[in-house]
């Protein structure tokens, strides 16, 4: 299977294999290389890293993609900011 990180490629594999086939994690990166799992005598699934493709957008894109894993950012304001002007007001204060 191949996506964007952490949108649970991995899980998926280990929830149709129905045992812990491929590591899982919370952060990107947890899947290093191309993983192959059969999950019965015709089908084998591959699992591989989260790719994230160059789109153009600035920089500050990356991290709301999933590519980077948030403690690893050198600068949290701008990701943070971003996402802040995606949401409604009243949705980030609450009301």
């Known amino acids: 299977l191949a996506g964007y990180p952490n949108v649970g490629k991995s899980s998926l594999i280990n929830s149709l ?7 899982v994690g919370a952060t990107p990166g947890v899947t290093r290389c191309l993983q192959a799992v ?14 994230v493709l160059d789109s153009g957008d600035p920089p500050a894109a990356a991290p709301l993609r999933g590519a980077l894993a948030p403690q690893r950012l050198r600068d949290p304001l701008t990701p943070a900011c971003a996402i802040l002007r995606r949401c409604p007001p009243q ?3 609450g009301d």
């Open 38 to 51: 059969q999950l019965d005598r015709h089908i084998r699934l591959l699992d591989c890293p989260g790719v």
């Open 91 to 93: 949705q980030v204060r």
């Open 17 to 23: 294999k129905r045992s812990r086939a491929c590591g």
